[in-house]
């Protein structure tokens, strides 16, 4: 199924429907049609009370045109639907939701024409990086439940949309993989983030920083929607269009919402607005988001008749991030790597550990980003006391104080995967080595892969006599060992490997 829908992004640019909400609010639903005055506005509760309504607004996307249509779930996480008081009903109202898009694509598809179902997956009511009041862990349940139930009712690829926080969508990425692994199956993902008008998204990263963030998930295409109307997203898209090794999309608002809500843009003004995303070779996907309608799609599907798709390859560009990206290149000049919010390294940051002064220990942080260090390395490895504790306290901190990339430094593969789902960004885990085989690589990549992380890999085997290399010759040796291995057998991409030679400065006198 991929590889077919690629191919025909290769050929034509896809269309995605439009607003659900809009074609639900202009049908005058009264609150009997929704279950109830205490469920009148859960729009998701209509495959149950109504699906006559929604396979109605399914056909009329479909009719004017739609290659891709979603499914009524926008909203349908149990930590959404528990507002209403349908949490239990969650993975219900996702499988009939699915079943509902599948049975009308179906019915509208034909081999000329094949039609798709986006098992739409939206933000929630809570970020991880913002508003807190949940953990990674809740979440990924919430988002393996919704997962379960569209994948069962037979979507062909599940869109995580709206995305406002990248740890958000990490915890999607996780509960989807959890529900594959359930039922024995999987579908392709496409991720699409939104960039409010301020020009980041709302946990605070920019288009690079998010797409570095999430590029290890493969996302079957990338890209933008809602926020804002198509003129204030140009930058962004031509941004992600530039770096991006995947097809990319772009479903606008019609427009910004007036004071009432309203969105005003009409169908020929905002294909009028998307049309230079054509003409610059931008996008593989367009369509619509709030108060987008059937004549929208219709309009844009005679606008994308006129253009061809955007062509693609593989980008290799060694990526790390927090807030803000950085670029690892032979080409610039040398990165600094802030070492003093490390026990080992800073007597005076493990003293303040020490004494729980876990503030006045991310301000080193702070300082050390503000004194020029392009990374941060974070080390809570100190005998006396518990490193996952520590850590757990002190990275929320942190994060919150800077915006470059962090280094996490542990020999502890739980304190690293937790470190991991506390960062919105791409972090570079420090660091596995050949000292024990190929033990620290079994454990360790694994989690560079789901989470997103550039690995620091020491020129160190397990020779008894030899594994600590001397020599320039026996370090790369080791360091090409390592190289074969994690790309051919683990599947890292090279770009996201370091390598440390493990040599001291000639300073220290060893």
């Known amino acids: 199924m991929r590889d077919r829908f690629l191919s025909l992004l290769k050929?034509?640019?896809?269309?995605?429907?439009?607003?659900?909400?809009?074609?639900?609010?202009?049908?005058?639903?009264?609150?009997?049609?929704?279950?109830?005055?205490?469920?009148a506005g859960c729009n998701e509760n209509l495959v149950l009370t109504r699906p006559d309504v929604i396979r109605a607004v399914h056909q009329s996307y479909l009719d004017a045109g739609s290659d891709c249509i979603e499914t009524n779930t926008f909203g349908a996480t149990e930590l959404v639907l528990d507002e209403y008081?349908?949490?239990?009903?969650?993975?219900?109202?996702?499988?009939?939701?699915?079943?509902?898009?599948?049975?009308?694509a179906d019915r509208f598809a034909s081999p000329e024409h094949p039609r798709w179902v986006l098992g739409s997956m939206g933000p929630t009511t809570k970020t991880l990086s913002v508003t807190g009041g949940i953990t990674f862990e809740a979440l990924r349940d919430h988002f393996q439940i919704q997962a379960r139930g569209l994948l069962r009712g037979g979507c062909d690829i599940l869109l995580v949309e709206t995305v406002q926080d990248t740890l958000n969508l990490k915890a999607?990425?996780?509960?989807?993989?959890?529900?594959?692994?359930?039922?024995?199956?999987?579908?392709?993902?496409?991720?699409?983030?939104?960039?409010?008008?301020?020009?980041?998204?709302?946990?605070?990263?920019?288009?690079?920083?998010?797409?570095?963030?999430?590029?290890?998930?493969?996302?079957?295409?990338?890209?933008?929607n809602c926020a804002t109307g198509p003129r204030f997203m140009t930058d962004h898209l031509r941004t992600l269009a530039s770096i991006s090794a995947f097809p990319v999309s772009v479903y606008p608002n019609a427009g910004l919402p007036d004071s009432d809500g309203n969105y005003e843009e009409t169908a020929e003004i905002l294909s009028q607005h998307i049309e230079p995303f054509l003409e610059q070779n931008w996008v593989n996907v367009i369509g619509g988001c709030c108060g987008t309608t059937p004549d929208h799609i219709r309009a844009m599907v005679d606008l994308a008749s006129r253009f061809s798709p955007r062509s693609y390859s593989d980008r290799k560009r060694a990526l790390v991030?927090?807030?803000?990206?950085?670029?690892?290149?032979?080409?610039?000049?040398?990165?600094?790597?802030?070492?003093?919010?490390?026990?080992?390294?800073?007597?005076?940051?493990?003293?303040?550990?020490?004494?729980?002064?876990?503030?006045?220990?991310?301000?080193?942080?702070?300082?050390?980003?503000?004194?020029g260090a392009h990374i941060i390395?974070?080390?809570?490895?100190?005998?006396?006391?518990?490193?996952?504790?520590?850590?757990?306290?002190?990275l929320p901190l942190l994060t919150r104080m800077v915006k470059i990339p962090l280094m996490i430094d542990s020999t502890d593969a739980v304190v690293l995967e937790e470190a991991l789902k506390l960062c919105q960004g791409k972090s570079i885990i420090n660091s596995i080595n050949l000292e024990d085989g190929e033990d620290r690589f079994e454990t360790v990549v694994p989690l560079a892969k789901?989470?997103?992380?550039?690995?620091?890999?020491?020129?160190?085997?397990?020779?008894?006599?030899?594994?600590?290399?001397?020599?320039?010759?026996?370090?790369?040796?080791?360091?090409?060992?390592?190289?074969?291995?994690?790309?051919?057998?683990y599947s890292i991409p090279e770009q996201d490997l370091i390598f440390d030679p493990l040599v001291f400065p000639v300073g220290t006198g060893d």
């Open 11 to 39: 050929e034509r640019i896809l269309i995605i429907d439009g607003a659900t909400g809009t074609a639900l609010q202009e049908r005058n639903l009264t609150a009997d049609d929704f279950g109830g005055e205490d469920l």
């Open 85 to 104: 008081g349908l949490g239990p009903k969650a993975e219900e109202i996702n499988f009939i939701a699915s079943r509902l898009a599948r049975e009308e």
């Open 172 to 224: 999607a990425m996780r509960g989807i993989d959890e529900a594959a692994g359930e039922l024995g199956f999987s579908r392709p993902v496409a991720i699409s983030c939104t960039i409010e008008p301020m020009g980041t998204m709302l946990a605070g990263q920019s288009i690079e920083a998010f797409y570095s963030s999430v590029e290890h998930f493969q996302p079957l295409f990338i890209g933008l």
């Open 321 to 371: 991030s927090g807030i803000e990206t950085i670029e690892i290149s032979e080409d610039t000049t040398p990165l600094v790597v802030g070492e003093r919010t490390n026990v080992i390294g800073s007597r005076r940051f493990k003293k303040l550990i020490a004494q729980n002064e876990f503030e006045k220990a991310a301000e080193i942080g702070r300082k050390q980003s503000r004194g």
């Open 377 to 394: 390395d974070v080390c809570m490895a100190d005998p006396d006391r518990e490193e996952l504790d520590d850590i757990l306290r002190f």
């Open 450 to 489: 789901k989470y997103g992380a550039s690995l620091v890999v020491g020129c160190i085997d397990e020779d008894p006599e030899d594994g600590m290399a001397v020599t320039v010759e026996r370090k790369l040796e080791i360091a090409t060992r390592s190289h074969e291995l994690l790309t051919q057998k």
